[in-house]
């Protein structure tokens, strides 16, 4: 009877493993975790055609990845929990350690964008505390609105351009996009630099930046049950 129990639970398991072996639903699980989209901005942003969007929001649904609704006439997809961002976070993380190939295309990524050195999400908090710099989340605006690293300022990549005389030239701007594997901070950031304002990227997003909060918290109250 265990071993029979054991197959069946694996072969559970297996859904969840058959269902990510696309690259394609990978992306797609990502961009969601950023907040909810139609199968027509995912289109948008993917370059898929909408029968492939649908066909792989259709598995990533039979697995219970993602959840839909409907909203007028559009059908809204989004992950199915914050579990699901975890998981990816993780994902992205032990690919990077366990796969030199991983490494070598996060390099030739950023390789374009000269003085691209990111800063940490420790060095962020600190700087923000001092008021040394200003946070930009250069998403776009409705991924902002889903949820954002506080204190952070929105304003979409595609508009950078239009609002630079907003932008205090007495500080350093930060901004951050999707996470380590986004460009848009990276571009906004060459754009600022290329206008003479002072920029840096932040390489994570709000997703990492929630479990480093989260972390800190732990941490926290666990040195404060050791006094």
């Not at 000269?114 to 040394?132: A, S, Y």
């Not at 030239?169 to 990276?186: F, H, N, Q, W």
Request: hydrophobic share 35%.
């Amino acid at each position: 009877m265990e071993r029979i129990w054991k197959d069946q639970l694996y072969q559970e398991f297996a859904r969840i493993g058959k269902c990510l072996s696309s690259p394609k639903r990978l992306e797609l699980l990502d961009l969601l975790s950023q907040g909810p989209k139609s199968v027509d901005q995912l289109v948008k942003i993917t370059g898929m055609s909408v029968a492939n969007v649908s066909q792989h929001l259709q598995t990533l649904h039979e697995s219970r990845l993602v959840r839909s609704h409907r909203q007028g006439n559009f059908v809204i997809y989004e992950i199915a929990g914050l579990s699901v961002a975890d998981f990816m976070v993780s994902l992205h993380r032990l690919s990077e350690k366990q796969l030199v190939e991983v490494q070598k295309l996060k390099t030739e990524m950023l390789q374009n964008h000269v003085n691209m050195e990111p800063i940490g999400l420790e060095e962020l908090l600190k700087r923000m505390e001092r008021g040394d710099v200003v946070l930009l989340d250069v998403r776009p605006q409705d991924e902002y609105e889903t949820g954002h690293i506080p204190g952070a300022i929105s304003i979409p990549m595609e508009d950078l351009e239009k609002h630079l005389a907003s932008l205090p030239t007495d500080k350093e701007i930060v901004a951050y996009c999707r996470g380590p594997y986004c460009l848009m901070s990276a571009q906004a950031v060459e754009i600022l630099k290329n206008k003479g304002i002072q920029a840096s990227r932040l390489e994570e997003g709000v997703i990492e930046w929630k479990r480093y909060m989260e972390q800190s918290t732990i941490n926290n109250e666990k040195g404060g049950s050791k006094r």
